[in-house]
C-alpha cells in the first residue's frame, strides 16, 4: 500500500488510536536509550525489589534519572507529536498508548484523558509509601552535589519517578484502558516503536484480532510487520510531514 492509499484509508476514519515508542520521540532529541551510547550502556537496570530493599540500589537509580532528566528538561514536542494533536482536533483521536515517559504528547496539547501512559512519566514523582505525587522538577532540582536519596515531606516513604521499573507490576488502569483502545480501534497505527518489550507489544496484535486496520511506522523492521496492513520504514518526521500534506490536499 502507498502512503497515498493510506491516507485515502484513514481520512475518514473516526476511531483512530496512536501506540508510540521512543522513535516519535528521538526527533525532539530524546535519545533511544537502548541503542549504543544510550542509558543502559552505562548503567545497570536497577530491579524494583532492589530498589526497594537497598539504600546502595536507590542512590544508582537516582544519580541515572538525574542524568536522564537533564536530557528530557529541555526537549521539545515534535512534527510527530503536533500531528497527532490534529487527529483529536477532528474528532478521528479514539486514544493515544504510549511507551515513552517523556510528557510530550501531552505537551503538545493532546488531552489528558486521550492518553494510556503505559510505563507512567518522569514529570511526576510518587512516594511508594502514602502515594504522594510531586511535580518531577520540584525533586529533581535537589539532585545536586553529595546529594541522597530523596523521601516523602508528608511521610516519610521512598520516593521514585512515576516511572514503571524493571520487576515491578504495570498499572492496572492503563493497562485496562489499552487493551480497552485496541479492542475498539477502527484503525490502530504504531509510531516509531520496535514492538520488542511486552506486555505492550500485544495491544497491536489486540487491535488486529478485533478487526482494526493496522500500520506499522518505524525507522527498523519490527516483529509484527507481517500482520500490518500497512508498513513505511524511515524517519517518522518526514513520514508525518508527507501524511499532514496529503490529507490537506484532500
Same mark, same amino acid.
Not at 492509499?5 to 483512530?16: L, M, S, V
Not at 490502530?188 to 506486555?199: A, K
Given at each position: ?17 496512536? *501506540? ?16 549504543? =551510547? ?13 530498589? $526497594? ?20 528538561? !529541555? $526537549?521539545?514536542? !515534535?512534527?510527530?507529536?503536533? @500531528?497527532?494533536?490534529?487527529f ?31 510505563? =507512567?512519566?518522569?514529570?511526576? $514523582? ?12 520540584? #525533586?529533581?532540582?535537589?539532585? $545536586? ?5 530523596p523521601?516523602?515531606d /508528608? ?5 521514585? +519517578? @512515576?516511572? #514503571?521499573?524493571?520487576? /515491578?507490576?504495570?498499572?492496572?488502569e492503563?493497562?485496562?484502558?489499552? /487493551? ?8 490502530? #497505527? ?16 489486540? @487491535?488486529?484480532?478485533?478487526?482494526? *486496520?493496522?500500520?506499522? #511506522? !518505524?525507522?527498523? +523492521? ?5 500482520? @500490518?496492513?500497512? !508498513?513505511?520504514r ?10 499532514? /500534506? ?5
Amino acid at each position: 500500500m502507498t502512503l497515498e492509499a493510506f491516507a485515502a484509508k484513514i481520512r475518514a476514519c473516526r476511531d483512530i488510536v496512536f *501506540f508510540t515508542g521512543a522513535g516519535i520521540s528521538t526527533e525532539s532529541g530524546v535519545p533511544d536509550f537502548r541503542s549504543p =551510547g544510550g542509558i543502559w550502556t552505562r548503567y545497570s537496570p536497577v530491579y524494583f525489589d532492589d530498589f $526497594v530493599s537497598s539504600a546502595e540500589a536507590r542512590m544508582r537509580y537516582w544519580k541515572m534519572k538525574s542524568e536522564t532528566h537533564k536530557l528530557y528538561k !529541555n $526537549v521539545h514536542p !515534535n512534527i510527530g507529536h503536533y @500531528a497527532i494533536k490534529t487527529f483529536e482536533e477532528k474528532g478521528q483521536l479514539l486514544g493515544l498508548i504510549t511507551q515513552n515517559v517523556d510528557g510530550l504528547h501531552g505537551i503538545a496539547g493532546v488531552s489528558k484523558e486521550k492518553i494510556v501512559e503505559l510505563h =507512567g512519566t518522569d514529570r511526576q $514523582v510518587t512516594c511508594l509509601s502514602c502515594g504522594k505525587l510531586f511535580p518531577g522538577e520540584e #525533586i529533581y532540582q535537589t539532585l $545536586v552535589g553529595d546529594f541522597s536519596p530523596p523521601v516523602c515531606d /508528608q511521610c516519610g516513604g521512598f520516593l521514585k +519517578p @512515576a516511572t #514503571i521499573s524493571f520487576g /515491578q507490576a504495570m498499572p492496572v488502569e492503563a493497562m485496562r484502558r489499552a /487493551q480497552e483502545l485496541s479492542e475498539s480501534a477502527e484503525v490502530f #497505527i504504531v509510531i516509531g516503536s520496535s514492538l520488542q518489550v511486552q506486555p505492550a507489544a500485544s495491544f497491536p496484535v489486540l @487491535a488486529k484480532q478485533g478487526g482494526a *486496520f493496522l500500520a506499522i #511506522i !518505524n525507522r527498523d +523492521p519490527t516483529p509484527l510487520d507481517s500482520l @500490518a496492513d500497512f !508498513n513505511h520504514r524511515g524517519a517518522i518526521g518526514e513520514f508525518f510531514r508527507e501524511l499532514t /500534506q496529503l490529507l490537506a490536499d484532500s
